[in-house]
């Protein structure tokens, strides 16, 4: 029973960052009708987002201090942050410890303005060609992304850590009755489950009841007489394409902690992120958020020792099990809509 | 009447077999002027480079490349001849290898077999490399050797660390200079006996891949010859990125220790997880519990950062050591580069010098004169202490170095702190020991 609940708890901060990231594709797919495999580098830019504050937050300046030696046996240079000698050593060190959440402030514009150079830029190019060309086009997108953000950053992961107040993790073991040790939880991954929650609470809302969000919606139900109406729903879904672009980068933000950002990470998300939008139906918001957690959590219980030992290697391959089940019994997925990619 | 037996069938038939025998010599001579593949005729010899350039291990690759640069610099004379100055033997003059100027061609083995094997095959063929060296994956070197042996070139070993790349699949073209698991046990487990006692259980997360196997192989015959219990051994796709659904289980096993057979971004990964769970400051059987990371790469631990501090594993060599080799190579690398060198690095480097210093003394580029000159081969002062290249199996035998993630770094190389030197005598084994057995070297292939 209590493995059973540590891998529930497992499945979801997967789980959310799967959901967040789906959540971005499908609403790229429900106004834009792209297919765009580059969203998981805007995932991946997110999360280095965090990492350039990071750097930007520990600017030095560099004093040489006699008194210790540096490997070549030269003078040691000691580097101090500017923010700690602008706003004293402790307030610096906690600026620079709190650095991720703070990075959330600085990713929301720049990701703003790169889905809107994106959009603008290269995709909306492809909005009336085959589906296949989009994917070729985006796919290129993300490997070009990718190489930039090597290119600076180099290939080793980069550790981001989180706040010292949400370092350790939590004993929900002991506070529901079992033994001591055998379900605990890190803090982090608790407060990312809770960010990605208010984010697609956020975004469902922003959708539901504002003006802005009920033409969004009627652009993606019947985009012609929308725009019979007057109501230029272009420039509404490239608005969107960059509020996508920001949901996939906060989650790459808030993620930065959980595992160190490399340049490939966004890769590795893609792919599930897709499978999860598959199986929860194209152009289905809530069909992405509930098939992100379903997929995060049957991904931890494929990986417990019980179930390998009945089914080897299960864990590499459940998602896509799961994604072939559900396709061939309802072929629209989850909660998809009728008429969505059917043409 | 004259009576010609000149036809057309005929003369067909002379000139096929007037035009195979005029061929024919060509066909021998142009394979049998060469007694070697790729036998260097011009002022210079061509050597091959093949890191990963690409991928996730690009880093470490740069860094093997950087010391192959250093290695070429000081075999044609140039900076201050680094380990040159060192080296027990002293044929190397800086003037080249046999005369011959040093040249290098760079392929890129993104960390996958095929890849690295085009990569090479590619330099052997096109760019007629001599000798083959490089790689940063057991996968990639198994592959990267069984292609040289085949091709008739020498394949020095990069970084390395499975068993099998001097066991079951040990090749007569192959050496390896990097130590492997069964060394790594071998140092490792005395340390952790005495600083944890002989009453531990052990959990093992293992990379799921020839490297990860044998590591894991190793270090549980090791542990649990000196009394520990191996609780569970979990095998991890190569391709995970989260391993929280690994580790949260591990709690529930009753194990004290956590082994974590992994590498690059997966020990990054696994250890960042597992430090996020709280497991270091959990107390289980009365005892603290502790992770075990049996392959320590100084880029890598980088990556965890602070998740490092006080955590055991071993190394092949690390920058702080105080013989004179590694001195002065760290002295000439950091002075080129303005950082100290990795492992990988050192290793590459090494493995430069050996092979240029084992032509010379062959006197010869002949693949099976290299190999007879490095087979049982003795030497110093290249910064792992007195070193032999065994004949049986072309594994070299060193000291191995007990490593620990230091708690308080002065600078951010600073981050491992040596434990212990392990004694070569300590880490030896027969070379039909079960764990390497399987193979056989075969015979060299000079090719051609």
Not at chain 1, 87 to 115: K, N, R, Y
Not at chain 2, 198 to 218: F, I, P, V
């Amino acid at each position: 029973m209590d493995a059973i609940l540590l891998q529930i708890l497992n499945g979801l901060d997967k789980g959310s960052a799967y959901a967040l990231i789906a959540l971005g594709l499908t609403l790229i797919f429900g106004t834009l009708g792209v297919v765009n495999f580059a969203h998981g580098a805007l995932f991946m830019i997110g999360a280095f987002c965090a990492v350039t504050l990071q750097r930007i937050l520990t600017l030095s300046t560099i004093t040489i201090d006699e008194t210790q030696k540096d490997f070549l046996g030269n003078p040691l240079k000691v580097k101090t942050p500017y923010v700690e000698s602008w706003f004293g050593p402790e307030t610096g060190a906690a600026i620079i410890d709190w650095s991720v959440p703070l990075a959330i402030l600085f990713a929301i514009p720049v990701m703003l303005l790169i889905g809107y150079v994106m959009e603008r830029g290269l995709i909306k190019h492809f909005y009336k060609r085959p589906h296949a060309d989009q994917i070729l086009v985006t796919f290129g997108l993300a490997i070009v992304l990718q190489e930039i953000i090597k290119a600076f950053y180099g290939a080793n992961p980069i550790p981001t850590g989180a706040p010292a107040a949400f370092r350790g993790s939590f004993d929900f073991g002991s506070m529901f009755g079992f033994d001591p040790n055998t379900i605990i939880y890190p803090y982090w991954r608790m407060v990312y489950f809770a960010f990605a929650a208010v984010i697609i609470g956020g975004v469902f809302a922003f959708l539901r009841y504002t003006t802005f969000g009920m033409v969004v919606r009627a652009g993606m139900a019947d985009r012609e007489t929308v725009e019979l109406l007057g109501i230029n729903i272009d420039r509404r879904f490239t608005i969107m394409f960059g509020v996508a672009a920001a949901v996939a980068g906060l989650a790459g933000v808030m993620y930065a902690p959980i595992n160190s950002p490399n340049y490939h990470m966004g890769m590795d998300f893609l792919v599930l992120s897709f499978v999860v939008v598959v199986v929860g139906g194209m152009g289905s918001l809530p069909g992405a958020v509930l098939a992100g957690f379903l997929l995060g959590i049957l991904e931890a219980f494929a990986s417990m020792n019980e179930i390998k030992a009945i089914f080897p290697g299960i864990d590499q391959i459940i998602i896509y099990l799961v994604a072939i089940i559900i396709i061939l019994t309802r072929p629209r997925g989850l909660m998809g809509r009728p008429g969505v990619m059917e043409e | 009447m004259s009576k010609s037996n000149f036809t057309r069938r005929g003369l067909l038939k002379t000139s096929g077999i007037a035009g195979a025998g005029l061929a024919l010599p060509t066909i021998f001579t142009a394979s049998s002027a060469a007694a070697f593949t790729n036998e260097p005729t011009g002022s210079t010899v061509t050597l091959g480079f093949n890191v990963p350039q690409s991928g996730p291990y690009a880093d470490e690759g740069a860094d093997e490349l950087r010391a192959y640069k250093l290695a070429v610099e000081h075999l044609n004379g140039g900076g201050d001849g680094g380990m040159m100055n060192t080296f027990s033997s002293k044929v190397l003059q800086g003037n080249g290898v046999l005369g011959k100027k040093v040249e290098f061609v760079t392929g890129d083995t993104q960390t996958k077999s095929d890849a690295a094997r085009a990569s090479a095959k590619s330099m052997i063929e096109k760019d007629g490399a001599v000798m083959i060296t490089g790689g940063s994956s057991s996968g990639v070197a198994i592959a990267v050797q069984g292609l040289c042996q085949e091709a008739g070139v020498i394949f020095m070993a990069g970084l390395t660390h499975s068993n099998d790349t001097t066991g079951k699949d040990k090749k007569a073209n192959g050496f390896r200079h990097f130590f492997n698991g069964y060394m790594s046990a071998a140092a490792l487990a005395p340390v952790l006996e005495s600083m944890y006692g002989n009453d531990r259980k052990a959990y093992h997360l293992t990379a799921d891949y020839t490297w990860g196997w044998t590591q894991e192989e190793s270090i549980a015959a090791a542990t649990e010859a000196m009394g520990w219990e191996t609780v569970e051994k979990v095998r991890t796709p190569l391709a995970a990125t989260d391993f929280s659904s690994y580790i949260g289980p591990v709690m529930n096993s009753g194990a004290d220790v956590l082994v974590l057979n992994h590498y690059g971004g997966n020990m990054v990964n696994s250890l960042t997880n597992a430090v996020q769970f709280g497991l270091r400051d959990k107390q289980v059987n009365g005892k603290n519990f502790e992770i075990v990371v049996p392959l320590y790469s100084r880029l890598m631990a980088k990556g965890a950062g602070e998740n490092v501090k006080g955590i055991l594993g071993s190394t092949n060599w690390h920058w702080s050591l105080t013989d004179e080799g590694s001195k002065t190579f760290v002295k000439s690398f950091g002075e080129k580069y303005g950082f100290p060198p990795s492992q990988a690095a050192h290793t590459c480097y090494v493995q430069t010098l050996l092979y240029a210093d084992a032509v010379e003394r062959a006197g010869s580029f002949n693949p099976c004169a290299v190999a007879e000159a490095l087979e049982g081969y003795e030497f110093d002062g290249l910064g792992n202490g007195p070193t032999l290249y065994r004949a049986e199996d072309h594994q070299c035998f060193k000291d191995v170095l007990v490593v620990r993630g230091k708690e308080n770094p002065t600078s951010e190389f600073d981050l491992l702190e040596v434990v212990e030197v392990t004694p070569r005598a300590q880490v030896e084994y027969a070379p039909d020991h079960p764990m390497f057995a399987g193979g056989s070297l075969g015979s060299c292939n000079p090719g051609a």
